[in-house]
Nanobody, 115 residues
Framework: QVQVVESGGGLVQPGGSLRLSCAAS????????MEWYRQAPGKGREFVAR???????VYADSVKGRFTISRGNTKNTVYLQMDSLKPEDTAIYYC?????????WGQGTQVTVSS
């Protein structure tokens, strides 16, 4: 089992920045990837960014050039640096850990971009 906990959400003005954190604990060996998703009010959950154990990184087109995903030194932590935030980035942000064929989700952290 893997436990996933996100933190770092909050209220920020358009053009501002936030840094989200995700920590995985428990059986953290052989994690394939750590990923960020988000769900805006009234919409489905969408992919934001992914970092794999091999060092690969992928971004959704909507965040490319504004968001940066990175792994911590312990490899069981992932960060999402969000810059130039827009109102349409408002959503609950979820961290997902992929271990073999099993997906582990966190509870999510709210990000609100508003003036």
């Amino acid at each position: 089992q893997v436990q996933v906990v996100e933190s770092g959400g909050g209220l920020v003005q358009p053009g501002g920045s936030l840094r989200l954190s995700c920590a995985a604990s428990g059986s953290i060996f052989h994690i394939n990837s750590m990923e960020w998703y988000r769900q805006a009010p009234g919409k489905g959950r969408e992919f934001v960014a992914r970092t794999t154990s091999g060092g690969g990184i992928v971004y959704a087109d909507s965040v490319k050039g504004r968001f940066t995903i990175s792994r911590g030194n312990t490899k069981n932590t992932v960060y999402l640096q969000m810059d130039s935030l827009k109102p349409e980035d408002t959503a609950i942000y979820y961290c997902r850990v992929v271990k073999s064929t099993v997906l582990y989700w966190g509870q999510g952290t709210q990000v609100t971009v508003s003036s």
